[in-house]
């Protein structure tokens, strides 16, 4: 019976090449690690990806909204503060949300319309998220969770719940719902 030879110093070459990948692939992966707020991602009321690398170096305020609530009329207030600030670097982004009450029953269609003929919204609205959870949207993981934005942990306790972002993504406030967005601790943070 003849045998044949093999090559081991291919075969060799595999096996520390492999074993190399198996060491690397076996580092454990630090879900604890801060991240990267220009890294999130969303989906806008129209049904289309929303990159937050569009908000670098803007202030951000993220809030959670609903049409029924008792806070609804903070639409009016959201709307003038981006109107009078958005040429300055502010932007908001709104995240509609019936986790609270069930007070934002409707479509995203309904609820643009809503915004739009009721206070001229003109500023990002997003989708219909979970705001908390098993189901909590990845942003709100962000702005929830210390371990993720690096800041503070918080909670989202009802609608129009605000969070302000700096110009270079770190995460420097978490605002009770009922604080109007008009103050002053917010037009502090808008100051240079």
């Known amino acids: 019976m003849k045998h044949k030879h093999l090559s081991f110093i291919p075969v060799a070459a595999l096996l520390l090449a492999c074993a190399g990948a198996l060491c690397v692939n076996a580092q454990p992966k630090d879900t604890t690690a801060v991240k990267d707020f220009y890294s999130l991602t969303a989906t806008d009321i129209h049904g289309k990806p929303f990159s937050f690398v569009s ?6 305020m993220i809030v959670n909204t609903a049409s029924e609530c008792g806070n ?3 639409y009016g207030q959201l709307q003038e503060l981006y109107e009078t600030y958005q040429d300055k670097g502010l932007v908001i982004v709104g995240f509609p949300s019936n986790d609270f009450g069930g007070q934002e029953p409707g479509t995203e269609a309904e609820i643009e319309s809503f915004c739009q003929q009721n206070y001229g919204v003109t500023f990002p609205m997003m989708s219909k998220v979970h705001t908390k959870g098993a189901e909590q949207h990845p942003v709100y993981q962000w702005l929830t969770h210390k ?3 690096g800041g503070q942990d918080s909670e989202v306790e009802w609608n129009f719940h605000k969070f302000l972002i700096d110009t270079e993504g770190h995460l420097v406030m978490s605002l009770s719902a009922e604080m109007s967005p008009l103050d ?8 240079p």
């Open 55 to 60: 908000l670098e170096g803007k202030k951000v």
């Open 72 to 74: 609804t009329p903070q």
């Open 147 to 149: 371990a993720l934005n």
């Open 184 to 191: 002053d601790r917010v037009m502090s943070w808008l100051q």
